[in-house]
């Protein structure tokens, strides 16, 4: 037989024919179409040879007719190796059992190891790493790429200059580089304190020099607030002026909100695929059917398997369709005046100094042109208006 493949799938089985006339028994059965090969002679009137398992029904009714009597010796095939597997299913389900579990256990993370991080550092690493599911006995299946965690722990981590992540075998290693932030250098040299913008004084924390306004005072831009001069006459000395002048002063905010916009959200439904990839081919293992949805948004993750260590040519990826929808949003004139102002307020938030805080606000104008609500906002805000400006010879008599 040329096609081992088919007869090994399908089953052959030896024969062996003894009898008068077993050649033309044989001659019988081929002009029947039954397959024949390996033929062999035994003896006078012996002959073996192998035939496909579907045609034993057809040699048992042929035999009937002959003196002829047939003996079984050996199946060969995947029905007979089934048989047997069968026969010995609780060895074989031991066996694919235990494959699983080391399966399992080769995806799943045993370790994590920190270097180059302080101790206080490290337990803030590890905090964001239980935050991110990244923990010992969790499968690899439901944690993000190297990459990902990578550019999520340097985005939240300030102290850190530069965070390596590798994973070799079940063990992720994380290697830290923090922040050496050198202490400010102060300024030593002469300075005065001036408003960098006009404002009205609502307090007064001064360390060095001595201060020319007092709180409730309007001043102006550029105007001294703390002059860096201590002492009267010959016993005056100039020194650096240090300290804080928060004042009350004003911002106006325009803001331009269309009354009618559109936009895309998601409506909760969703489609879950998960598939095994082997290169460029990919099977799909649960979730077959396709979604019926009209506008979708496609998020995939893609996983490699394990095993003992060794990287499988075989990943496992998880693929979610989320359903959605055009949205279009109307605002009445009073909610139009509302956004903008939370718009207008977030806005200048993002601009103001540290520490600074917005005390009070007050619509200006409003109006609606061409299907847009236009609004100017006054806004108080609290903030430290000192700056240094360095003392020349010649500015303090």
Known sequence: MKNLWVTFFQGTVLVRARGVGVERFLNRLMNAQIALWNI??????TITFYVMLKDIHKLRRYVRKEPIRLSFLRGVGMPFLWKRVMKNSGFFVGIILFLGAVFLLSNMVW?????GASPELEHKIEKQLKEMGITKGKLRFYIDDVQTIQRKLTNELKEVTWIGVQLKGTTYHFEVVEKNTPPPVEYIGPQNLIAKKNGVIVQLFIENGQPLVSVHEYVAKGQILVQGVIGKGEFSKVVPAKGEVW???WYKTDVELPLTSQFTVMTGNSHKTHRLSFGSF???IWGFESPEF???QKETNQYPLHFLGWKLPISYSKEVVWETEEVERTYSKEE????AIAIGRDNLIKTLPEGARIKGEKVLQ????????KVSIYFQVIENIAEAQPIIQG???
Do not use: F, H
């Not at 139009?336 to 956004?339: F, M, P, S, Y």
């Not at 409003?366 to 609500?373: L, T, Y």
């Open 247 to 249: 004042a009350e002063t």
């Open 40 to 45: 062999k002679r035994q003896g006078t009137d």
């Open 294 to 296: 009209t506008n979708v």
């Open 366 to 373: 409003q109006r609606i042109e061409n299907g847009k609500v």
């Open 395 to 397: 500015d303090v008599e």
């Open 336 to 339: 139009a005046l509302e956004a």
């Open 282 to 284: 990919s099977i799909p």
């Open 111 to 115: 370790g994590i190891e920190i270097k």
